[in-house]
């Protein structure tokens, strides 16, 4: 069993910077491929970005591409999710979400993951 908790959510005004935290517990952290989606008011979630265990290989949805870095910290048994340049379109619940299978890559799809934290707010204003 994987227990995920977030941090790091709040209120920025568009083109500010927000840096989120997912501390995982349970688990060999580093063989977890580890994910962040997304879910904003009226729709469905959405993958944001994936890094895989050892290698770090990493992957992100066309939307956030040059603006937002996810990173480990497998010492810490930590994912980040560095955003920048937000804009109100970024505004959701964001959930990390961890994989136990060991890929080298991660992916995009929900149904894969098979442990989620609770979620953190971001809300970004115009």
């Known amino acids: 069993q994987v227990q995920l908790v977030e941090s790091g959510g709040g209120l920025v005004q568009a083109g500010g910077s927000l840096r989120l935290s997912c501390a995982a517990s349970?688990?060999?952290?580093?063989?977890?491929?580890m994910a962040w989606f997304r879910r904003a008011p009226g729709r469905e979630r959405e993958f944001v970005a994936g890094?895989?265990?050892?290698?770090?290989?990493?992957l992100y949805t066309d939307s956030v591409k040059g603006r937002f870095t996810i990173s480990r910290d497998n010492a810490k048994n930590t994912v980040y999710l560095q955003m920048n340049s937000l804009k109100p379109d970024d505004t959701a619940v964001y959930y990390c979400?961890?994989?136990?299978?060991?890929?080298?890559?991660?992916?995009?799809?929900?149904?894969?993951?098979?442990?989620w934290g609770q979620g953190t707010q971001v809300t970004v204003s115009s």
């Open positions: 979400a961890a994989d136990e299978s060991a890929t080298y890559f991660p992916s995009q799809g929900s149904t894969v993951y098979d442990y």
């Open positions: 349970g688990s060999t952290f580093s063989r977890l491929v």
């Open positions: 890094i895989s265990g050892r290698a770090g290989t990493t």
